[in-house]
């Protein structure tokens, strides 16, 4: 056999006449580009956050912030370093994992901040409880024709997204241990390989989170228009959208032969599915970049920064602000919803109103305008608040 000249080369399998040239995802290039991508999203990103963290003034919203922000130190950092491990051996599936484990993090996040931004599911139920859901095929909404809002919609939209936290982390450590033993191999949808029912499985959850996430969306745009949502629910669908249906059309593409398997010349093979990874890969360490600028925008901490500057407290130390980010960190959250929400003893919701100050609309009840305490960077106005008092079933 003709000696090789150093360095990673590849040529198509059963195409041995092609001349070998270098594939493009291992080269200093990609790796420079991807990198230099990553690095200045992280910086970016990891300044926004210290900011957060530094005017800690709200933190039932600002803990869901920074779990948002931190996507793209995650979603790059693990790209990054899953591309500079491309090779024949499929490293790239265990940082893949943890990459896809906190989407369901995030897509969990991004609902519950808008529960904090209107106050709760009791100030929710007062403004949308027994409004007929509109029927739309656009917005997917033509099976409910005839079905009003209830607090049964809010239990599912909180279901269906917490069902994808827990459906996620199980599938990725059952793609771990199918990898260990061999079961496993990207873009394989052979019934007997392991990646057609994870993908599957995966496919259906995350389908169903951001349905859902669409739903409470779709009921709600209007009592959310004072915290400008539109930036912020596009910017977060663009990152987790972006990387499901990359993933899905990149498989298509594999599976159509357009991505070949490639014969790598120092005697190992990459599979047509690790390299379909590494393409992916490569585009989500580009795309955080764009990421990182468009939730500077949409978590903008110039309100929080404000709240800071009118507070007689002095500027938040490093030790407040580590401990502002172990208590984003903290999933105790999580866990207590899901038991709520997934329990059988579910908690009916009876509503009581009580006047705390007198608000300046008709009869004190308060616009949606008038709700934004913290968004947009409008002042907090005097408004009713709606309480729920909570029985157990009996």
């Known amino acids: 056999m003709p000696a090789v000249p150093p360095g990673l080369q590849m040529d198509r399998v059963g195409n041995s006449s092609q001349a ?9 290039l990609a790796r420079g ?14 300044h926004q956050i210290y900011l957060h963290l530094r005017s800690y003034t709200v933190p039932s919203e600002q803990r869901y912030i920074v779990r948002l922000l931190l996507v793209v130190p995650v979603y790059g950092v693990s790209s990054w370093l899953s591309l500079l491990l491309l090779g024949g051996h499929q490293h790239h599936v265990y940082l893949d994992s ?34 007929p859901i509109r029927s739309s095929c656009l917005y997917g909404t033509c099976c409910l024709r005839g079905v009003a809002y209830s607090i049964g919609f809010l239990r599912f939209c909180k279901q ?9 982390p199980v599938m990725a ?3 771990i241990i199918l990898q260990a033993v061999g079961k496993y191999h990207d873009g394989d949808f052979n019934i007997h390989s392991g990646y057609l029912y994870v993908t599957l499985i995966y496919n259906a959850s995350v389908s169903l989170a951001l349905y859902a996430l669409f739903l409470f969306y779709f009921a709600t745009r209007e009592l959310l228009r004072p915290f400008e949502p539109v930036l912020k629910f596009l910017t977060i669908k663009a990152v987790i959208f972006l990387s499901f249906w990359q993933g899905m059309l990149l498989a298509i593409l594999e599976k159509c032969g357009v991505i070949p398997e490639v014969q ?8 047509a599915g690790t390299l379909a990874a590494g393409y992916q890969n490569f585009t989500i360490c580009i795309e955080m970049l764009f990421a990182s600028i468009a939730l500077r925008y949409a978590f903008a901490c110039q309100v929080y920064s404000e709240k800071k500057d009118n507070s007689p407290a002095p ?8 401990s502002g980010l172990k208590e984003t960190m903290s999933p105790q959250d999580i866990v207590q919803d899901a ?24 009869g004190g009840s308060p616009s949606p305008s008038e709700a934004g305490a913290s968004g947009g960077g409008r002042k907090g106005r005097t408004m009713e608040k709606r309480v729920l008092v909570l029985s157990e079933e009996q």
């Open 20 to 28: 070998a040239s270098q594939l493009f995802l291992t080269t200093a």
């Open 160 to 168: 269906a997204t917490l069902q994808f936290c827990v459906v996620k």
């Open 339 to 362: 038991i709520h929400n997934f329990s059988p003893a579910y908690q009916h919701y009876m509503q009581q109103a009580t006047q705390e100050a007198s608000g300046p609309g008709q």
């Open 264 to 271: 790598v010349l120092d005697g190992s093979r990459l599979g």
């Open 33 to 46: 580009l991807s990198g230099t991508f990553v690095w200045t999203a992280l910086v970016l990103t990891c």
């Open 315 to 322: 500027t938040a130390p490093m030790q407040s602000i580590s």
């Open 173 to 175: 450590l059952v793609t």
């Open 98 to 131: 943890l990459r896809d484990c906190y989407e369901a993090f995030v897509i969990y996040s991004f609902l519950s901040l808008c529960f904090q931004y209107l106050g709760g599911e009791s100030t929710i139920m007062a403004e949308i409880r027994g409004k």
